[in-house]
């Protein structure tokens, strides 16, 4: 007996798109009513809740967006939220969980692109290129800050999973010894890339590079804090493509600014969702807690980008091919990557 799908047609939209991925989606949604929107779901610019406040399924990224109550409220009739990132701290699922609204992720896109990011971060402040960047700004062409190499430097990596397994096998190659913290071993991949495994402690204390790889709930929320900085090997360097409050931001200031961190090669920061918003919005709390943000992303021994570790166009496909398949997966009853909360 052949079986028959059949296959409903859905209201969604979709928020923080790009033409070429507009054209993407609705070649390969064909059939459903799409809606795309440039900005952010949470941005005060977004206010066409009148045309998609009926919508059925909600796409949405993870920068920027945040999927809690009172963005819920502005869509009545929702039924998937289908989120282009592997990350989903910033979604409230107990809310969602609430209103039997499922919400999948894409589990994996880019293991080699955001490690890529985070060594291309650590080279870039290893062989000190914000301070001549400025020196070459200032048409000073003279030889300044000494670099360093990575060749015989320990990688301390903590999380060794999809990513974090990447970035060994790179630190690896550039003839790095490396330590790895995780709360699962995997034997095979110890042997095979040649790693220790060892408290995170001991990471801290012998790391000449500590790369954040762990995924962010309640048991990785300030990992790192201002009491065991003072464990860290001095003048190493924080490399972070993870995300940002797997550091405390006050203990990462406090850090750089005592030389316990000779630098920070960062893609994400605690605090980096105030960078997005109206800054005359922002209350008292908010406001303090972004100039210590701004304070340590201006320093000449930290390189910043604005959490992109992810933003390849292979990535982005690969996010977009995936999301699709959950969308499709979900329009037929049988909906696949649903996250819960850790």
């Known amino acids: 007996m052949r079986l028959l799908i059949q296959v409903i047609n859905m209201k969604m939209v979709f928020y923080e798109v790009e033409p070429w991925q507009e054209e993407y989606l609705q070649k390969t ?12 779901l949470s941005s005060p610019d977004v206010v066409e809740v009148d045309e998609v406040g009926d919508a059925e399924v909600l796409s949405t990224m993870g920068r920027g967006h945040h999927p809690n109550k ?4 502005r869509f009545s009739n929702l039924k998937f939220i289908a989120l282009r990132c592997t990350g989903f701290d910033h979604v409230d699922l107990k809310e969602c969980k609430r209103r039997n609204i499922p919400v999948s992720n894409v589990p994996a896109y ?3 692109t955001v490690a890529e990011q985070g060594f291309c971060l650590l080279l870039a402040l290893m062989r000190r290129f914000p301070q001549y ?3 070459v700004a200032a048409e000073d062409f003279s030889v300044g800050p000494i670099g360093f190499d990575l060749k015989g430097k320990t990688l301390g990596i903590v999380g060794a999973g999809r990513i974090g397994l990447y970035a060994i096998k ?3 190659g550039f ?6 913290y995780d709360i699962i071993f995997n034997d095979f991949a110890r042997e095979t890339l040649g790693y220790e495994y060892v408290s995170l402690e001991e990471l801290l204390k012998n790391s000449d590079v500590i790369s954040l790889h762990a995924p962010y709930n309640k048991y990785t929320h300030h990992m790192i804090n201002k009491d065991n900085i003072r464990l ?3 003048g190493a360097v924080l490399v972070n493509t993870a995300r940002g409050a797997i550091i405390e931001l006050g203990a990462l200031k406090q850090a750089l600014e005592e030389g316990i961190f ?3 090669a960062l893609d994400v920061i605690e605090g980096e969702e105030l960078l997005l918003k109206d800054r005359t919005q922002l209350s008292q709390e908010e406001t303090e807690i972004l100039e210590q943000v701004l304070s340590i992303v201006r320093r000449d021994n930290v390189v910043f980008t604005p959490h992109i570790a992810y933003y390849t166009k292979e990535a982005a496909e690969r996010i977009l091919d995936t999301t699709i398949a959950n969308i499709k997966a979900f329009v037929e009853g049988h909906p696949q990557n649903v996250v819960s909360k850790t």
């Open 170 to 172: 790179i630190g690896r």
């Open 262 to 264: 000779g630098g920070a």
């Open 110 to 112: 880019g293991d080699n």
């Open 70 to 73: 009172a963005a819920l409220d």
């Open 29 to 40: 949604l064909e059939g459903h009513e799409l809606y795309f929107y440039e900005n952010c």
């Open 232 to 234: 860290i090997k001095p």
């Open 175 to 180: 003839g790095m010894d490396v330590l790895a």
């Open 133 to 135: 960047n400025s020196m």
